[in-house]
């Protein structure tokens, strides 16, 4: 303790004392808390050598001896305690008859003319009107009392001072004793120190730090699809509800809508993708230290879908796993990504893989929105050493409000739609983080020497959220019309923009529904198209807009549908957009080994199923699927209820509801594996090595099915 933090003690104990009025309390404290304490200090603190200096100045010496002999200290303290009736009149006669006492009656005569002289007729009354000022110097009171100034001054040095250092010793080894109560009773920074290493850590609080080396290369691992064993023809469905031929199919896109009957919901889709992640690439769930859920699917206003994903980890006893939901419509995934990417390349990363889902179900009303839904989940394994590696500093983000689609009616599942204004917000979002992220590439280019301008040949893939396939393409189109207007001097007599001259002086944002700019770039761009984006469409056109999982849908169709060879090394461009609105454009870089065995090899194999799983679908009728759908309506905020759906229709592996109770408290079950006769398909449960290379363990995923062209994307 420093010198100043014992005077501020002083003036606390002074200040307190001084407002007691003498009162019992007081004698009860002054015992219990140590005037036999006060006394030895006092007498350490070189009270004798006080009162010879005070006596040799002031005359007294002679005086103080008899009345200490004769009278011994006793009858006056006590005659002097009785009248000043406080703390203050106690200590002042004690001191006074064992220091100032001279001897018999003329020597308390001369102490109260003194006394009245200086106009202090009753210590209890100085000590409320002063609250204690002439206590707070501790060494220095007995030369207040009688020895005048020279008295005080001498007190306070040699009382003071020993008697500081004395009780700052004290109290470090009090501090010390006494642990963490004793060092908050006292004040002293060494008691609690030492309370805290008494009082230990919390249970359960294990030291995981990790120490290694920086992560390098961090990305996506790994990467899982589940989507509904069911669909609905758009051909069909186009002739159910009575719309143009070609309206679902040619203008919006779209071949198949897949779909959840009412024993499937947000939860159980999560599980599904989670579990099938673990078990397929032979990870044990203690290998998670974050677990992230993007979804604006809500059937609890406050309960997280991770929450739920939870009990998947409870066999292995790993508790210690942070993360919960992320929502804004269909952009929580890739808040939910970006979250675990952050929390790798952080000081709080403690060497364990982060995981992330995005699960959505999207249904709409009777109308023209309904041909856009869909239903899937998504789960993405983040870690270092990764064949898909975000690339640092290229991130372009662009939010606003608008209220172009958003859910309002808490007891209903479908959105509210202005679906003019939500293309408008998707395309303007699209068209500022293009021009942002344009520009950061720019910048980097510049710091390492060169001029070069960005255009969309220097991305290998491009992939964006589909609501709808049409739009996508419409998007890359709008790419393209935004490199045109940047450039300071295009070519359009040959090359990409050729024949475009007449739109020079177009504004971008007079031209979202300006139809001959669209169908002209749409045709400048085709070519593009083919090559950059439309293999990402496998999912989006054959089970329908997923909402959260829609973009890393696309990437998975991009990537299942390329060897390793042809996505080693390149630049892929995400482009997320979520209503309300968010958006970013961001790129992930793909690993530059493509050799068999290599973790890019890995993650093409475990993908190459996809169109394999999709063709296994149980094809529905159009009047099937909207008696689901007026089944969800009714059902899907009712407690005390149990599923009509079997899950005899889902696929092997899938999780479902089984009942909602009279709580609402929702149960799962889980339909069997079927798993396959050759043991080499078998996946192994045992832990993946995940420092410093986090997949090098996991068992290959043998392909089921080749890649399949880019053209069985979109159907004609």
């Known amino acids: 303790m420093f010198p100043w933090e014992g005077r501020k003690e002083g003036r606390k104990e002074g200040r307190k004392e001084g407002r007691k009025e003498g009162r019992w309390e007081g004698r009860k404290e002054r015992k219990k808390e140590g005037r036999t304490e006060e006394r030895k200090e006092r007498k350490k603190e070189g009270g004798k050598e006080g009162r010879k200096k005070e006596g040799e100045k002031e005359g007294k010496k002679e005086g103080r001896r008899e009345g200490r002999k004769k009278e011994g200290g006793k009858e006056g303290r006590r005659e002097e305690g009785r009248k000043e009736g406080g703390k203050g009149g106690r200590k002042e006669g004690r001191w006074e008859g064992r220091r100032g006492g001279e001897g018999g009656k003329e020597g308390r005569k001369e102490r109260r003319k003194d006394r009245r002289k200086e106009g202090k007729m009753g210590r209890m009354k100085e000590g409320r009107r002063r609250g204690g000022k002439e206590r707070k110097k501790e060494g220095g009171k007995e030369g207040r009392k009688e020895g005048g100034k020279e008295g005080r001054r001498e007190g306070r040095k040699e009382g003071g001072k020993e008697g500081r250092k004395e009780r700052r010793k004290d109290r470090r080894k009090e501090g010390k004793m006494g642990g963490m109560k004793e060092g908050r009773r006292r004040g002293g920074k060494e008691g609690r120190r030492e309370g805290r290493k008494e009082e230990g850590r919390m249970p359960g609080s294990a030291s995981n730090s990790y120490m290694g080396p920086w992560p390098k290369d961090v990305g996506i691992i790994a990467m899982e699809l589940y989507f509904p064993s069911q669909y609905v023809d758009q051909a069909e469905l186009e002739q159910f509800d009575g719309v143009l031929a070609g309206k679902y199919t040619v203008g919006l896109g779209q071949a198949r809508m897949g779909f959840c009957s009412d024993c499937e919901d947000i939860n159980s889709l999560c599980l599904t ?81 982060a995981l992330v889902v995005a699960g959505d179900i999207a249904v709409y009303a009777t109308g023209s929105a309904r041909p856009t839904g869909g239903a899937g989940a998504v789960a993405m394994l983040v870690g270092p050493n990764a064949p898909l590696v975000f690339e640092r500093g290229l991130r372009a983000t662009h939010m606003k409000h608008a209220y172009d689609f958003y859910k309002p009616d808490l007891m209903s599942e479908y959105p509210v739609v202005d679906g003019k204004l939500s293309i408008e917000c998707y395309l303007s979002a699209l068209d500022r983080c293009y021009s942002v992220y344009r520009n950061k590439v720019q910048a980097q280019w510049q710091r390492d020497g060169s001029e070069k301008r960005f255009s969309l040949e220097d991305f290998g893939f491009l992939v964006f959220h589909s609501p709808y396939c049409k739009l996508v393409q419409k998007s890359l189109a709008r790419l393209m019309l935004n490199d045109f207007l940047s450039h300071p001097n295009p070519n359009t007599e040959t090359g990409l923009f050729s024949g475009l001259d007449a739109f020079r002086d177009v504004q971008p944002e007079e031209t979202y529904f300006d139809r001959d700019v669209e169908k002209a770039f749409m045709k400048a761009s085709s070519d593009l198209f083919e090559k950059k984006t439309k293999s990402s469409l496998l999912i989006s056109n054959q089970n329908g807009n997923m909402y959260t999982p829609s973009v890393y849908g696309c990437l998975a169709s991009l990537i299942a549908q390329q060897t390793p060879s042809q996505l080693a090394g390149q630049r892929i461009g995400v482009f997320s957009y979520g209503s309300g609105f968010a958006a970013t454009l961001y790129s992930v870089r793909v690993t530059q080994d493509h050799t068999p065995g290599s973790v890019l090899d890995k993650l093409v194999s475990s993908l190459s199923d996809l169109k394999v799983r999709l063709d296994s679908r149980k094809k529905v009728s159009p009047a099937v699927f909207s008696e689901n759908m007026k089944l969800r309506e009714e059902t899907h905020h009712l407690a005390n209820y149990v599923p009509r759906g079997s899950a005899d229709d889902l696929f092997p592996g899938t999780w479902y509801l089984t009942r909602v109770d009279d709580k609402f408290r929702r149960e799962y079950a889980r339909r069997p594996l079927d798993l396959p006769s050759d043991p080499e398909c078998v996946h192994s449960s045992s832990a993946a090595e995940h420092i410093p290379s986090p997949v090098k363990k996991m068992p290959r995923i043998p392909a089921v099915a080749a890649a399949i062209s880019p053209e069985a994307a979109i159907s004609k």
Do not use: P
Request: glycine content about 10%; charged content about 25%; hydrophobic content about 35%.
């Open 273 to 353: 993708v989670v579990h099938r992640l673990m078990e397929r690439n032979g990870l044990s769930y203690d290998s998670v230290g974050r677990l992230e859920v993007g979804t604006e699917t809500i059937i609890d206003k406050s309960k997280s879908v991770k929450t739920v994903i939870m009990q998947l980890f409870e066999d292995s006893g790993n508790t210690d796993v942070e993360g919960v939901d992320t929502t804004n419509a269909c952009y929580g995934g890739t808040a939910a990504l970006f979250n675990a990417v952050n929390w790798v390349e952080s000081s709080s990363w403690d060497g364990r893989y």
